[in-house]
């Protein structure tokens, strides 16, 4: 073993980190090499004179270091955002909620009926979408009155705009519906975006979502657990004072 290897040995002594066997050979190396006794004089000394001087205080780099830092996002500013989204999603709301209302108090037939309809169908089908207008402007009116993220209504809502969207399409081709009953459906739409923006997690009220570590499982197999054994069990005898047959016998 070379030098170098020795005065890292050295080096473990100096801190007590050496073991017994290591504190021997090193010292029977060190009787014999010049150049590592003066490397571990002057080791000494060094380690002696840092333990033992004074620490001096500098200067204060708080100041400098955290005005180097980049500048958070402004969290009232997320909180302006979100309130604002709020407001105006509660205002599309209570419109939505009126139109539905006032489409049920009108109780005829627009022109998203079809002509070969009766009357009394055409009349169910229209408070049918009374009560969708109805029912979606109090979801509207319920996300924006919470501070939780309306995640849940995002899949609903989806699903809806984008089949009333299709069957809107359909009806203008064909001619069955005029363009100021679309124009109707702009407060629908803009509720829609409204919601899946609320729904992303930089407009949470605590911010984003911690995610969670990429090394941390997130399922396990139960076969994946320890299992203990089950324990011993002594189950009384079924007749109390009573001796077992081969207890007798042996008597």
Same mark, same amino acid.
């Given at each position: 073993?070379?030098?170098?290897?020795?005065?890292?040995?050295?080096?473990?002594?100096?801190?007590?980190? $050496?073991? /017994? +066997?290591?504190?021997? #050979? =090193?010292? &029977?190396?060190?009787?014999?090499? @010049?150049?590592? *006794? %003066?490397?571990?004089?002057?080791?000494?000394?060094?380690?002696?004179?840092?333990?033992?001087?004074?620490?001096?205080?500098?200067?204060?780099?708080?100041?400098?270091?955290?005005?180097?830092?980049?500048?958070?996002?402004?969290?009232?500013?997320?909180?302006?955002?979100?309130?604002?989204?709020?407001?105006?999603?509660?205002?599309?709301?209570?419109?939505?909620?009126?139109?539905?209302?006032?489409?049920?108090?009108?109780?005829?037939?627009?022109?998203?009926?079809?002509?070969?309809?009766?009357?009394?169908?055409?009349?169910?089908?229209?408070? $049918?979408? /009374? +009560?969708?207008?109805? #029912? =979606?402007? &109090?979801?509207?009116?319920?996300? @924006?009155?919470? *501070? %939780?993220?309306?995640?849940?209504?995002?899949?609903?809502?989806?699903?809806?705009?984008?089949?009333?969207?299709?069957?809107?399409?359909?009806?203008?081709?064909?001619?069955?519906?005029?363009?100021?009953?679309?124009?109707?459906?702009?407060?629908?739409?803009?509720?829609?975006?409204?919601?899946?923006?609320?729904?992303?997690?930089?407009?949470?009220?605590?911010?984003?979502?911690?995610?969670?570590?990429?090394?941390?499982?997130?399922?396990?197999?139960?076969?994946?657990?320890?299992?203990?054994?089950?324990?011993?069990?002594?189950?009384?005898?079924?007749?109390?004072?009573?001796?077992?047959?081969?207890?007798?016998?042996?008597?």
């Amino acid at each position: 073993m070379g030098c170098e290897q020795w005065r890292e040995v050295l080096s473990a002594q100096l801190d007590g980190e $050496e073991t /017994a +066997a290591e504190r021997t #050979a =090193v010292a &029977a190396h060190l009787a014999g090499c @010049a150049g590592c *006794r %003066t490397w571990y004089d002057r080791a000494t000394a060094v380690t002696r004179r840092a333990r033992l001087s004074v620490a001096v205080a500098g200067d204060d780099r708080t100041d400098a270091i955290l005005g180097a830092l980049p500048a958070p996002a402004p969290r009232r500013r997320r909180e302006r955002v979100v309130l604002t989204l709020r407001a105006v999603l509660g205002l599309v709301g209570a419109l939505q909620l009126v139109l539905g209302l006032a489409q049920i108090g009108r109780g005829t037939a627009s022109a998203h009926a079809h002509a070969a309809t009766g009357g009394l169908m055409s009349g169910h089908l229209w408070h $049918e979408s /009374a +009560a969708w207008n109805v #029912a =979606v402007g &109090a979801g509207f009116l319920f996300v @924006a009155a919470r *501070r %939780t993220p309306p995640t849940g209504l995002v899949p609903m809502l989806s699903a809806f705009v984008g089949m009333l969207a299709l069957l809107s399409v359909n009806d203008l081709l064909t001619g069955r519906v005029d363009t100021a009953r679309l124009v109707s459906h702009g407060f629908l739409l803009a509720g829609y975006v409204i919601v899946v923006a609320l729904s992303r997690p930089g407009l949470r009220p605590d911010g984003p979502a911690r995610r969670s570590r990429p090394d941390e499982p997130r399922w396990s197999l139960p076969a994946d657990e320890p299992t203990e054994a089950p324990g011993l069990r002594l189950l009384p005898s079924p007749y109390p004072g009573s001796a077992r047959v081969s207890d007798r016998r042996a008597a």
